[in-house]
């Protein structure tokens, strides 16, 4: 989507391919300690991100900032929780460094390791003990993703001490007074295995989103994708029937995200109907009834 590039994730998997291919090169270069601003001004968001408020969110997350409150974002995937983190980091001129969250995750992935190279061993920040240090918000994205032992590694950073213990390195690092944690998490995937621990839950302040309400969702739609105002609101009308179809034989309602799919293809040229099925229909069901219920909304506005 258009603001894709605001996205910096760090993912392990990513990064752990990186260094292998770097190896190296890096072998020659003394043990890495750059400065604060050079470590997070990759993590800066320059340009404004678009973000259309639904409703008090941007007070209240200003005012949870302000006595860095530890948040959580609630709600259904592809709802605005991310583009509103960095619209919120972009307002506050914080860095944000954003992990996506996975089941090999470990508890080193985010908090750092000890790396062998040339010289011997050095060590290496993860991502939240870069937040940490440094002074960004580090945003978890769907933390349930993670294993419980992974997350716990939070827990001393969101009380009263605001600490993060690295125990291979021996190192308690004192969050930079600018450190804020971030975690957002679906509710509706939840299942007793994949549930934040109440422990967990209870350090964190929340924010529930959901789709925006008929006409907001039309306006970031038409923004997102570039279709008119019309074309947005018939695809919300669509969205929404299909929100009425969530425990009735679909398990997850049709996103704003998706919804902005189908707009950027019909943009491009693509007919409204092969649209639609390409980008709602297919994707969520392979129900022959559920697409036939589907294909007779999207037939309905198109
Ligand atoms: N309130 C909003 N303002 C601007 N864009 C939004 C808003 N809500 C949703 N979007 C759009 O929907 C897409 C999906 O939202 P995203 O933040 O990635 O969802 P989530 O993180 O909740 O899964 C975004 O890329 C953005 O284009
Ligand atoms: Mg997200």
Known sequence: MRNEPFMRTYSPRQQAMARAAAATTVASRP??????????????VTEQPYYRPVADEVELYEAAYSVRMPMM??????????RF????????????????????????????RFLLDANGTRWQDGPLAVAARHGAICYLDEVVEARQDTTVVIHPLTDARRVLP??????????????????????????????????????????????????????????????????AKN???????????????????LSTRMLIYAGSLIAKGVAPLAACRVALVRPITDDPDMRDA???AVTTYF
């Open 294 to 296: 589907l294909d007779s």
């Open 85 to 112: 983190v960095e619209y919120m980091a972009w307002k506050l001129g914080k860095p944000l460094i954003t992990v996506a969250c996975n089941e090999d995750m470990t508890a080193s992935d985010l908090v750092g």
């Open 235 to 253: 695809l919300v009308h669509i969205g929404e029937r299909a929100r009425n179809l969530k425990g009735h034989g679909l398990d997850e309602g």
């Open 73 to 82: 974002l609630k709600g259904p995937t592809g709802c605005g929780k991310t």
């Open 31 to 44: 043990a890495s300690t750059g400065t604060t601003a050079d470590i997070l001004t990759p993590y800066l």
């Open 166 to 231: 690295l125990e291979k390195k021996g190192e308690l690092i004192d969050a930079h007074p600018d450190f804020q944690i971030v975690i957002s998490y679906n509710p509706g995937y939840q299942s007793l295995m994949k549930d934040l621990k109440q422990s967990t839950k209870q350090r964190f302040g929340a924010l529930d989103f959901n789709y925006p309400e008929h006409d907001i969702e039309a306006e970031i739609v038409a923004h997102e994708s570039g279709v008119t105002i019309e074309v």
